[in-house]
């Protein structure tokens, strides 16, 4: 998800809050110009307002509040009439307020609520014992209770905790079938004043609302990576649920508003521990498909991380091979079923000949010798990991070269479609496409152009990158620049880099991108996730799986050259199956499949969220 296109509102806004009824959408802002006041404004989907309206706060004796230190209100509902709750004043001193509402356009303040500091909410239409119950964030999350929202009682042990150095800011409380459902900001310091932002949830017993039945394991929307590099204050200020859409409205600087529409996520508030349907690649039964030959000197010891593409009835497959040589190069199988390899070749189709593929042996860079007493040893380097996209009647092949040396880089050939199907070798000279000194791996080509240029995606740690140039005739002197990218996410399991796996494939719902991902939380493993990119502008993530599509848990995947690894390189639709293809453990090739509509289907529940402008 980007942040752009965003209109401007009038300077100095403030936004406080928002809340639904059973009609209508509000949104509370206040406008500081000579005098600060307090706004409203309506809407009946949450995404498009009509004019404001001004909305007042009075005191115990109805005279006009002063809502200069207004920072939040949280509305709620009781027998039809309204009842909020309002934070004046930050840092040391804030002061919490219970209001009635007097109309629609002001609250009268009934109470004061002396020991909570921070943002609060009543649950609306809801009595525990004849209480009512407020649930209140800060270092923790609190239950207060009242018989007539004048005097209030709070919970001696908090009912919820974090285990990291975060801040609660309650967003919405609701009563739902299976209890009372929680909705709330986590807001971590990230240094200079900032702080990084998720959207989480619980849900409480409404039998015992200090007992909690069970928490989101993972966020329901984190921050995307990209705000990280905005020189701009941003904050959430209020959320509602509508329907099956969730959304949160935040404020940019002082003189924006923007809504995220968190849509078609499984409803939360199931009695189960899975917020959104979980996705899952199957294995195939007779894994590994392609394995080293002992006796075949440059594939001996590996073959894997396959490069895949559908053409004329087959699936061809470029694989990563290690052999005797300790040199990686490149081999070739084919399938017709996708599944069952019928066609394996005895020689390489693809060596190391330029010298950012080898290092210099002796002084003196030189080419391999094809030959079974090539005294090669270790640590020369090689052409490693290919990605395939056919275009313009050539097949592309991007790959990483390193020299066993310097840092690894991308590189790209291509061969005209004839000679690749029959098999004659005859490889363009290859190019280095990626910065000097920078690592940069995981490069792949799209199929299609995409507004007349091809979009091109790379891995810079910890980054997906996305560039789009008009030609892919480099020179070797022209450079992708890195100008767009996809971040890991701090908080899920894809939280320490990520990289592309296969080229994209085009969909009805757009570009599907196979990915692979390490996280903090299980640092030694490879785990392949799923995008969903916008088909006319693939820098948007409409989608992103909040869990691992395949992890390294079958021998294969574990007992190889490196522990715990599946690496996708190359991804195919047949049938209406998607195939992935992977290596296991850095040593065999490997498949994993799915329905496709299903699969797509699923994904859409894992929706990253859309910006949407908000006017005022």
Not at 315 to 329: E, K, L, T
Request: some cysteine.
């Amino acid at each position: 998800m980007n942040v752009r296109g965003i209109l401007k509102g009038a300077d100095n806004l403030r936004g406080i809050g928002a809340y639904k009824t059973d009609r209508e959408v509000r949104l509370l802002f206040l406008k500081r110009a000579k005098k600060a006041a307090l706004f409203q404004l309506v809407s009946k989907d949450g995404e498009n307002f009509q004019e404001s309206t001004p909305l007042e706060i009075r005191d115990k004796r109805d005279r006009q509040t002063d809502v200069s230190e207004l920072s939040s209100i949280r509305v709620s509902s009781d027998q039809q009439k309204l009842i909020s709750v309002y934070k004046f004043g930050s840092g040391i001193t804030p002061s919490v307020y219970v209001g009635r509402g007097k109309g629609q356009n002001a609250f009268r303040t009934v109470s004061r609520i002396p020991q909570i500091s921070e943002t609060a909410q009543i649950v609306s239409g809801y009595k525990f014992k004849g209480l009512y119950v407020s649930y209140s964030g800060g270092e923790n999350i609190r239950i207060l209770t009242s018989a007539n929202l004048q005097k209030w009682q709070i919970s001696k042990k908090p009912v919820f905790t974090l285990n990291e150095q975060a801040a609660i800011e309650i967003g919405a409380v609701e009563k739902i079938n299976s209890g009372i459902l929680v909705i709330y900001f986590e807001a971590i310091p990230a240094g200079s004043g900032k702080f990084f932002y998720s959207i989480n949830a619980a849900i409480f017993d409404d039998q015992n609302p200090h007992s909690l039945i069970i928490k989101s394991d993972q966020p329901i929307w984190e921050e995307p990576g990209e705000w990280n590099n905005l020189n701009i204050n941003i904050r959430p200020f209020g959320l509602i649920t509508l329907g099956e859409k969730l959304i949160s409205y935040w404020q940019l600087e002082q003189n924006e508003i923007i809504a995220i529409i968190h849509e078609k996520r499984a409803k939360i508030h199931q009695e189960s521990q899975k917020i959104v349907p979980a996705i899952h690649l199957i294995k195939h039964h007779e894994n590994p498909i392609i394995e080293p030959i002992p006796g075949n000197f440059w594939e001996s010891k590996a073959t894997f991380n396959p490069a895949a593409v559908y053409d004329q009835g087959k699936v061809h497959i470029i694989y990563r091979a290690i052999g005797d040589h300790d040199m990686s190069m490149l081999g070739y199988a084919a399938s017709r079923d996708g599944k069952h390899i019928d066609e394996r070749l005895k020689d390489p189709i693809y060596i190391p000949t330029e010298p950012f593929e080898f290092s210099a042996k002796g002084g003196q860079t030189q080419q391999i010798p094809l030959s079974a007493y090539a005294s090669g040893g270790g640590g020369y380097g090689g052409v490693e990991d290919p990605r395939l996209t056919k275009i313009n009647g050539k097949m592309y092949m991007t790959y990483v070269a390193y020299d066993g040396a310097g840092p690894p880089r991308v590189a790209l050939t291509s061969i005209a479609l004839a000679d690749f199907r029959n098999k004659n070798w005859k490889w363009k000279k290859p190019v280095i496409i990626s910065k000097p000194n920078v690592v940069d791996k995981n490069a792949v080509i799209f199929p299609e152009k995409i507004n007349g240029k091809y979009c091109i995606l790379h891995r810079i740690y910890p980054d997906i990158l996305i560039d789009f140039v008009d030609s892919l005739d480099f020179d070797g002197s022209t450079y992708l620049p890195g100008e767009y990218k996809i971040s890991p996410r701090r908080l899920y399991w894809d939280s320490r880099k990520i990289g592309a796996g296969a080229p994209p494939i085009l969909t009805d719902s757009g570009w599907l991108l196979i990915y692979q991902a390490v996280g903090n939380q299980d640092p030694g493993r490879y785990k392949i996730g799923a995008l969903l990119l916008d088909k006319n502008d693939p820098t948007l993530v409409l989608a992103r799986t909040d869990r691992p599509i395949l992890e390294p848990e079958e021998t294969y995947e574990n007992e190889g050259l490196k522990y715990g690894v599946v690496y996708p390189c190359g991804a195919i639709v047949l049938n209406d199956e998607l195939l992935v293809y992977y290596g296991g453990a850095d040593m065999v090739t490997c498949l994993a499949s799915a329905k496709l509509d299903l699969f797509l289907n699923d994904l859409k529940y894992h929706h990253v969220g859309t910006l949407k402008q908000v006017h005022i």
